[in-house]
């Protein structure tokens, strides 16, 4: 196991530890929740940024990736739901195109390549990251943060759908690329002198 994946099965068994110190209330608890949220949002930095340079990219490292960020997003925005600090359809809308990526991805494999994170799909952990930052400071100690959380969490929504939209046509256009090949006409070349294919398999019959 090389360490751009210890990192990322780190940021996995971070995911408990944050549900349990945002849930738990206490003195400072928000803050410690937001220093280790952040440390494991670190680790998605770094475990990328290592790959590349060790030239450690591999397919567990592409698939196992976006997993563990969805885990760590997914479980801080339910936390925050419970809290009664953002609303729940918004939560549903999140979490369920990490569910419907995660599907697509499941289903890219099986054909036999790999969807790699887009622009849009980082440009959305970015917004999540800061968001829950933002909303878990906001709910107990800056209350004067509300209305950037807001916007936030309104540009999460925003770069989850155009993000999934995005992953789902490429999908599609990639299926669609298999089709066409598969379908298109073979050109079979007969050298002079032999004999076509098809009368080769009748006289071998």
Known sequence: ??????????????????????????ENMDLWAVGVFLLAAVTDLLDGYLARKRSQITTLGILLDPIAD???TSAAFVSLVELHFVPAWMVVVIVGREFAV??????????????????LGKTKMVFQVVAITVITLEGRRYPALHPLGEVLLWMVVLFAV?????????FWQRLDERVKRRSSPRLIVIRAGEKNPEEK?????
């Open 70 to 72: 969805k885990l760590l």
């Open 162 to 170: 155009a993000s999934a939209v995005q992953y789902f046509r490429s």
């Open 102 to 119: 995660s599907g697509l991805r499941s289903i890219a494999t099986a054909e036999g390549y790999v969807l790699e994170p887009s622009e």
């Open 1 to 26: 196991m090389n360490l751009p994946i210890s990192l990322t099965l780190l940021r996995i068994f971070f995911v408990p530890l944050v549900v349990v110190l945002l849930l738990t209330k206490g």
């Open 201 to 205: 398999d009748v006289a071998a019959q």
